[in-house]
């Protein structure tokens, strides 16, 4: 009996050691990944201190980043898939000792460097991993995975759950946060768009914090991302206010966009379609950023329309057309960027629907739609989904500003004299929104 009371004696310090390590670990919040010339950055946000080590392996080429006494929160765990980069394929975890264990799965050999950076405003303490990779400094940043994936890379979609941390947004008539209620249809929204092969989805924020509004357009521009959603929850001063809408950017907000950025030409490298603009006068600058920004807005009300369609058919509507104003988060100007506002939760009936989980999984659900049918009708160049269709021929292509016949011919692989003849045309006279038959390559 007495031998039995000293070993449970023993033990009862380890199970309290255990216990209190266990609730004193550092939770991952969330990771980030940023890209430039020749650099991949990975900050992992945490909400507490943490030591950690970092070695690289070969055959495969990896980097293995190990923290101790550390969990990982599960809106991370959720979003892993989506973090990716030029030299970055995926990254990949797992629990190891007391602490957690990421493998970073690099395309190419790599020097890594790790440095840790110390709470500051509204974040904790982060541990930033830098992955050189040798491109010179002067090389173009490509779309992500287009170096690996042999023409068949996936549609990069950013979507920016409004507000966050200590902006809560509107406040509901039953009480609800608007950044609680778009950060869950946002996170609905990401996992049917990444169960979709040819698309991945980058969300801004997985977890409740702030981030301002210029840095939501940043970590689009750091995805290289081909279309930005913002998603929001309108309120009013009068709760009969009513009904989901999506908006675009206005030409007014472009004007002044484009002032914005002309500004800042040393800072605007590969930003017009892979051309930089530092080298430019202002006038050949001003006249390539108004082109670029002019097919970026009809984009961005292409893509707009059809996501309206969708959600027209599970919801009430304030608006039945792609509405147009100066939001800054739509001012990228070579990004189609779109804000869907969900339903005004100043209504109590909206409130309601809003608060549903159910509901909420049917509005990204029609979002999602939208999206895969906008893209369907005009994949970009390299993507999957415009080689999956041009090995089935046959499918429709919705002409867009600036393009030409003999330019759309060579996008999708036919000769510019089978394109007419699919059409019946007499000549190469196309209009902007003209249906397309584009025959088998």
């Known amino acids: 009996m007495y031998k039995k009371i000293f070993s449970i004696s023993w033990l009862l310090p380890v199970f309290l050691l255990i216990f209190s390590s266990l609730l004193n670990a550092a939770q991952v919040k969330d990771i980030r ?3 430039q010339q020749g650099v991949t950055r990975l900050v992992f946000e945490l909400d507490g201190a943490t030591k950690h080590r970092m070695f690289s392996l070969s055959q495969p080429d990896r980097v293995v980043l190990d923290l101790t006494n550390a969990e990982i929160s599960q809106g991370v765990v ?35 460097k790790t440095s840790e950076l110390s709470a500051a405003g509204d974040y904790g303490p982060r541990i930033m991993v830098e992955l050189e990779y040798g491109q010179p400094k002067s090389a173009k940043v490509v779309k992500s995975l287009a170096s690996i994936s042999n023409d ?15 902006d809560p947004g509107a406040i509901g008539h039953n009480g609800i946060f608007e950044k609680d209620v778009v950060l869950s249809i946002a996170k609905e929204l990401a996992k049917r768009l990444n169960n979709v092969q040819g698309f991945k989805a980058v969300l801004t924020r997985s977890t409740d914090v702030y981030l301002q509004l210029r840095d939501r357009s940043k970590v689009a521009r750091e995805a290289n991302a081909d279309l930005m959603i913002s998603v929001h929850a309108d309120a009013f001063t009068k709760p009969s206010a009513r009904g989901a809408s999506v908006w675009a950017l206005s030409l007014s907000g472009k004007t002044s966009e484009m002032g914005r950025w002309l500004a800042q030409q040393e800072q605007s490298a590969d930003l017009v379609g892979g051309i930089s603009l530092d080298d430019k006068d202002r006038l050949l600058a001003e006249v390539l950023l108004d082109m670029s920004m002019n097919s970026t807005i009809q984009m961005s009300l292409d893509i707009g329309k059809e996501v309206l369609g969708q959600m027209g058919n599970m919801a009430k509507l304030h608006q039945d057309f792609v509405q147009q104003a100066g939001f800054v988060v739509l001012k990228s100007p070579d990004i189609p960027s779109i804000l869907v506002e969900t339903g005004f939760l100043s209504n109590p009936t909206e409130a309601k629907n809003l608060s549903s989980a159910t509901y909420r999984r049917k509005l990204a659900a ?10 369907n009708a005009n994949p970009p160049d390299g993507s999957y989904i415009a080689w999956r269709q041009k090995q089935k021929g046959g499918f429709t292509y919705t ?19 089978a394109l007419r003849s699919a059409n019946t045309l007499k000549n190469d006279v196309i209009w902007v929104g003209q249906k397309l038959s584009i025959p088998a390559s």
């Open 366 to 375: 029609s979002i999602a739609k939208g999206v895969e049918d906008a893209f």
């Open 33 to 35: 990944v940023a890209q």
């Open 399 to 417: 002409v867009s500003r600036g393009d030409t016949l003999s330019e759309i011919a060579r996008k999708n692989g036919v000769s510019l004299g």
């Open 78 to 112: 959720d979003n892993l898939s989506a973090l990716s980069s030029d030299a970055l394929l995926r990254v990949r975890y797992a629990r190891h000792n007391s602490g957690m264990r990421f493998v970073l799965d690099v395309s190419q050999k790599v020097k890594a």
């Open 152 to 166: 068949k890379r996936d549609i990069v979609v950013v979507i920016d759950p409004g507000h966050g941390g200590k």
